[in-house]
């Protein structure tokens, strides 16, 4: 079996590359998880995004059931690779009786950055010819849409996560950090003077909304904007940015 990982941003139709489209046409079969009634929508656009640019009447577009994560593992290594191991069998059997030899997913974002469908790919079994196609991350969206580079002139950033940022707090020897999978605004943990900070929520779609300015004037208002945007929508994408100031 064939399995391409397409890059399809953050939602909007308008950042699939040609590649990307031109990749999806070539599919037997287009694999598209549910993640449960309150996050339908991420389906939704992944079917809606299908619908604009499939012109191959032979591809099979199928939806299965994504397993959830285990909560009470309390090793978040461990929590992980059981939850892996049940998606790459949730995979196997939506895949279980389609006559397909090129298969696809649709990875938000690109499969490069914080996103383990490679690795759940590499427990198929057989293991499948992987083919990647690159595509436009929550990162390139954050700072298009502020209008900013992502770092200071020769200077150099770091992508982190919200959990290292709350465990581990700012990386050594960087002035600029990206976070990405806080689900719980961990830039509270930080001292908020001398830092501002970029947010922004469903980036590149139509939704997108987005807050910058000092942290110790902006930060609680994020933390309001996120909590309401997550209410109205039962699901949240959000990615930020903060530099200390010079």
Not at 12 to 20: G, S, Y
Not at 76 to 81: G, I, T
Not at 220 to 233: D, F, K, L, P, Y
């Amino acid at each position: 079996m064939h399995l391409t990982l397409i890059g399809i941003g953050t939602g909007n139709p308008e950042h699939l590359t040609l590649q990307a489209i031109r990749a999806m046409n070539a599919q037997d079969l287009i694999l598209i998880p549910r993640k449960g009634a309150g996050k339908a929508d991420l389906a939704e656009l992944r079917q809606a995004i299908c619908d604009e640019v499939l012109s191959n009447p032979e591809a099979q577009v199928v939806e299965f059931d994504l397993p959830v994560r285990d909560a009470t593992i309390s090793n978040y290594r461990q929590r992980v690779d059981q939850w892996h191991d049940q998606i790459a069998l949730a995979w196997q059997g939506a895949m279980t009786g389609q006559k397909a030899d090129n298969v696809a997913l649709l990875v938000w974002g690109d499969p490069s950055l914080y996103d383990s469908t490679l690795r759940i790919a590499s427990r198929l079994d057989p293991l499948p010819q992987v083919e990647v196609i690159p595509g436009i991350t929550s990162l390139q969206a954050l700072t298009a849409a502020h209008a900013i580079p992502v770092n200071e002139i020769g200077a150099p950033f770091t992508v982190t996560t919200g959990r290292q940022l709350r465990d581990n707090g700012w990386p050594d020897g960087i002035d600029t950090i990206a976070v990405m999978l806080d689900g719980e605004c961990a830039f509270q943990t930080l001292p908020p003077e001398g830092i501002h900070i970029w947010w922004g929520g469903y980036v590149g779609m139509k939704e997108q909304i987005i807050c910058e300015g000092p942290l110790v004037e902006v930060g609680a208002q994020i933390i309001q904007m996120r909590a309401e945007a997550r209410e109205n929508h039962g699901w949240i994408m959000d990615i930020y940015l903060l530099r200390k100031n010079s």
